[in-house]
């Protein structure tokens, strides 16, 4: 659980406003705050690639599946 996304648990909105209020604390804060925005800008965040889904319709006969998910999240493109 230590290691989970912060997106999981609290709303973009909410993790805008802890950003904000860090970039004022300090410079220390101010890179917290700076690897909270780029968490919320990443578009490819949890995507998978198309030739990783492609790997996965392959070697699974049930495609989406959370196993063949999985699966392609770890392959290798």
């Known amino acids: 659980m230590r290691n989970a996304p912060l997106k999981a648990f609290v709303g973009k909105d909410k ?3 802890v950003s904000g209020e860090l ?3 300090s410079k220390m ?3 917290q ?3 909270i925005d780029s968490m919320l800008d990443s578009p490819m965040k949890g ?3 198309p030739c990783q889904k492609a790997a996965a319709k392959k070697k699974f006969d049930v495609y989406p ?3 063949a998910n999985m699966w392609a999240s770890n392959h290798k493109c």
């Open 23 to 25: 970039k004022k604390a």
């Open 47 to 49: 995507k998978l690639k």
């Open 65 to 67: 599946s959370a196993y």
């Open 29 to 31: 804060h101010a890179g």
């Open 15 to 17: 993790l805008k406003e």
């Open 33 to 35: 705050a700076k690897k």
